[in-house]
């Protein structure tokens, strides 16, 4: 089983051309990466404090329709976390989080994870807002030691980290044990303060990262392992919607193919593994950005998607 750990919210996206009317999608990052992981056929759970509202239960009710294991999910009275999404011509979004007393940020440490577990991803919100941010970290070095695969997605949103090097220092702490590291180019630019990419990426791995993956956009992933190969997947040509949801996309398709492929140690991956991997994580992600919000593909839907 994968668990998705991190916050749970409603994106608030343009309904058409401008501000004028907003459109509620549910979403979040760890959410969107349970989505995806358990609609591409991979037993998944989401550990998250979720609302009562109306957005909270809407919430859980989606991750029941795409059958991920809510026995994780803690209920609470505060509000839902709201996204207001901003959508250049590109269709790249930029967020405006409205988080003070949400249910999200109040999750609870839930002890060990459950048997069976294979897989913990964690990241955004989730790692970045007390009092939940020291709950995951916790739960990271826990299952770090128990031998589960951990993988982040830091996902930056600048926005929302007030003190840029204390959250690079904390993030450090966390690389001894992730297994999995994955960053958008951005994300890498801004934890590394604008060194180039693969200095960066060379320094987490020396930190006890096995593998980053980075994601470029239109110009597809990239792969570079602690024993110092590189691999890339392709580029998907799809016509953009929007982006919400891709890099998620991205986090559980690879996290799923991992499972799937029952691989448990990550340095055993050769390159042309990991080029499987990638062109899987890419051609799920092609069909999240070719619909409005974060909407991951079904299995089914990925095996005719070409």
């Avoid at 859980?60 to 991920?68: F, W, Y």
């Avoid at 250049?88 to 994870?113: M, W």
């Avoid at 739960?139 to 128990?146: C, I, K, N, Q, V």
């Amino acid at each position: 089983m994968i668990v998705s750990g991190g916050e749970a919210l409603v994106d608030l996206v343009p309904a058409e051309s401008g501000m004028d009317l907003l459109a509620p999608r549910l979403g979040g990052g760890p959410y969107n990466v349970a989505l995806a992981a358990a609609r591409l056929g991979v037993p998944t759970a989401f550990l998250s404090r979720i609302s009562t509202d109306r957005f909270g239960q809407a919430l859980v009710d989606r991750l029941k329709a795409s059958t991920v294991d809510t026995s994780l999910v803690q209920r609470g009275p505060e509000p839902t976390t709201l996204a207001v999404v901003a959508l250049d011509e590109q269709g790249s979004a930029e967020y405006s989080f409205y988080t003070e007393g949400t249910a999200d940020r109040l999750v609870t440490d839930p002890g060990p994870l459950p048997e069976g577990t294979r897989a913990l991803s964690l990241g955004t919100l989730g790692m970045v807002l007390e009092p939940g941010a020291g709950v995951y970290e916790t739960l990271l070095h826990r299952e770090a030691g128990r031998g589960v695969l951990t993988a982040l997605d830091p996902n930056i949103r600048a926005d929302m980290i007030p003190d840029p090097a204390a959250y690079r220092a904390r993030f450090r702490s966390w690389l001894p044990s992730v297994r999995l590291l994955k960053v958008s180019v951005d994300d890498a630019g801004w934890l590394a303060e604008g060194a180039p990419v693969e200095d960066a990426a060379r320094a987490w791995l020396d930190a006890g990262v096995q593998a980053v993956v980075v994601t470029k956009g239109g110009d597809g992933l990239s792969v570079l392992t602690a024993d110092g190969e590189v691999a890339s997947g392709p580029t998907v040509e799809v016509d953009v919607v929007d982006t919400i949801g891709a890099g998620d996309t991205v986090q559980g398709a690879l996290l799923a193919w991992l499972v799937q492929q029952d691989v448990r140690d990550l340095p055993q991956l050769e390159p042309a593994d990991w080029q499987q991997a990638l062109g899987y994580a890419a051609r799920a992600a092609a069909v999240t950005v070719s619909r409005s919000g974060a909407e991951p593909p079904t299995a089914e839907e990925l095996a005719r998607f070409r």
